[in-house]
């Protein structure tokens, strides 16, 4: 019920294209759901993040669709560039400090 | 924004010593630190949450007395792998919740990682 289940596992675009990365769970009690951008060798990133009172947020060219109906959420990436290139990590957590789950990855190569 | 270093960024020791990796947060102050471990291709395994003033809070499967952590200030925790081995090789990552934000934003703040190398 602690799992947070991430596809695909790696992902090719063309540059320009839109990746969507998609991430499911099961524990309601989660509140917060982050995702984080890691290059090779570098800690991760905090991207975007939402809580499940809104279905979606967009910052620039990143996007994140929430369902709660469904417990799904995903990222979208519009405009892809090469120097998105990086492994994708959905998370969830609930507040008051508690410890953030993390999924499998996905890692994206955009070509140019 | 916020910013968490670790220190070194990499280490590589022998077989058997001790090795200590420290996780700061520079302009914050951080009640709650968190450890990861990362394997090559794979997610952030959480090791322990870090609480400053008491005992770390360990993940099921990892020895505490061999990852010992300490959180002696709202700035500074570290993680020493006691007589390591090479099956410790591994990047560690360290992350921070802002104290002054907790409750409001959610957000951890990860260090850049350290590459542990176990020969």
């Known amino acids: 019920q602690q799992q947070v289940k991430q596809s695909p596992q790696s992902l090719i675009v063309q540059k320009g294209g839109i990746s969507i990365i998609n991430c499911a769970y099961e524990?309601?009690?989660?509140?917060?759901f982050p995702w984080y951008q890691q290059f090779p060798g570098k800690g991760p990133a905090l991207l975007i993040a939402?809580?499940?009172?809104?279905s979606e947020k967009k910052e620039g060219r990143f996007t994140i669709s929430f369902n709660k109906s469904a417990k799904q959420f995903s990222l979208h990436i519009m405009d892809s560039q090469p120097g998105d290139s990086a492994t994708y990590f959905c998370?969830?957590?609930?507040?008051?400090?508690?410890?953030?789950?993390f999924g499998a990855g996905t890692r994206l190569f955009v070509k140019a | 924004g916020a910013v968490v270093s670790q220190h070194p960024s990499w280490v590589i020791c022998k077989s058997g010593t001790s090795v200590k990796i420290e996780c700061r947060s520079l302009d914050f102050q951080a009640t709650t630190m968190f450890w990861y471990r990362q394997f090559p291709k794979q997610s952030l395994m959480l090791m322990a949450t870090s609480n400053e003033g008491s005992k770390a809070t360990y993940e099921q499967g990892v020895e505490k007395d061999k990852f010992l952590i300490n959180h002696a200030s709202l700035t500074l925790s570290t993680l020493t792998v006691t007589s390591a081995h090479p099956e410790d090789s591994s990047f560690y990552i360290c992350s921070a919740r802002d104290l002054g934000l907790a409750g409001v934003l959610d957000e951890q703040f990860f260090g850049p990682g350290t590459r542990l190398t176990v020969l």
């Open positions: 939402i809580r499940p009172d809104v």
């Open positions: 524990n309601t009690a989660f509140d917060y």
């Open positions: 998370a969830a957590s609930m507040g008051g400090g508690f410890k953030t789950i």
